[in-house]
Nanobody, 122 residues
């Protein structure tokens, strides 16, 4: 069992940066792949970034490459998402997730946080 708790969201202006953090509880955290997803009002939850259990593989949604960076620290049981050059279209609730597979599909992740709101004003 893994419990996830996101933090770091907020209201920023276009071009600003934010760093989201997700703290996890559970002894098996290091065995899971981790992902960040987001959901804007009226839209489906979409993949943002993922990192595998060893931390050696990462991937990003095509539209976000070069602006977002995912990282994990298995000592502190955290996964972070560094977001740079934010745009109004990045406005959404951001969720971290943990699962056995290194996937871009939300349904393949077993554990989810409650989400943190990111709002980017123009």
């Amino acid at each position: 069992q893994v419990q996830l708790d996101e933090s770091g969201g907020g209201l920023v202006q276009a071009g600003d940066s934010l760093r989201l953090s997700c703290a996890a509880s559970g002894r098996t955290f290091s065995t899971y792949s981790l992902g960040w997803f987001r959901q804007a009002p009226g839209k489906e939850r979409e993949f943002v970034a993922r990192i595998n259990s060893s931390g050696g593989r990462t991937s990003y949604a095509d539209s976000l490459k070069g602006r977002f960076t995912i990282s994990r620290n298995d000592t502190s049981n955290t996964v972070e998402l560094q977001m740079n050059s934010l745009k109004p279209e990045d406005t959404a609730v951001y969720y971290c997730a943990a699962g056995p597979l290194w996937s871009t599909f939300p349904r393949l992740y077993h554990y989810w946080g409650q989400g943190t709101q990111v709002t980017v004003s123009s």
